[in-house]
């Protein structure tokens, strides 16, 4: 999302401006299907595309460093280490993004790039609905201390999961974000021993083999599951 700087200091409009011509600072976010963001790096300059963006982006890091929780799930009867985010065509072809598929061909492909990019509407829905509950975040930005700015944008943000948590209950299963003594004892973290074991889950998150192998197993998982629905 852009969230357009009026006040942005003239020796800085050529780095934030791009297209209109209007300076803009970037917020990247990861939501889940309830709008809870997940995952927030707000600060980049407008001129960035979303490549530019992951370059920058601490997204990985707690996964690279050992710090996540390890991930374990089933599809297609094989099995899984390595959770993985919905994105659009633009971002590389790693193990923990799945895109949609730009040109389906055939009713199995068909049905994933529709599934794919329903629920790949999350992320919209919700820098919609953060722009709808405050306004200071859906007008433009008229401040000149660009650290003031992020600190405003978090602090929405914060409010927004605060919402999300305390709405939770009337819409989803509240099981699923248990923590302390009920969180499910799969859920381990993997600590950093060693530089090469730092570089082996670069490797891992980065694994365009990894990429190709969960996208056949989901498209046929999707197709399994829902594809006997001619009106999908």
Known sequence: MHWEWKNCPAAWKGMYSRGTGKPT????????????IWHVFFGAPGTMNDLNILDRSPVFDEIING???????????????LAYYLAD???????????????????KHCLFAKHQEAVRKDVERAFEVLQARFAVVRNLSNLWDKNKIGNIMRACIILHNMIIEDERDSYTNASEFLQGEDVDPTFVVKRTTNLSTTMGRRA????????????????????????HFPNI
């Not at 710090?67 to 280490?81: D, F, K, L, W």
Request: glycine content about 8%; cysteine-free.
């Open 25 to 36: 600072i970037v917020l990247e976010a990861v939501a889940s299907y309830d709008l809870w």
């Open 67 to 81: 710090n996540a929780p390890e991930v374990n799930y089933h599809v297609n009867g094989r099995e899984y280490h």
């Open 89 to 107: 065509g633009i971002y590389p072809k790693w193990a923990t993004f799945i895109q949609s598929i730009r040109l389906p061909q055939g009713p």
């Open 204 to 227: 891992e998150v980065r694994n365009t083999q990894g990429h190709q192998q969960l996208k056949e197993d989901l498209i046929e998982n999707i197709w399994a599951n829902f594809g």
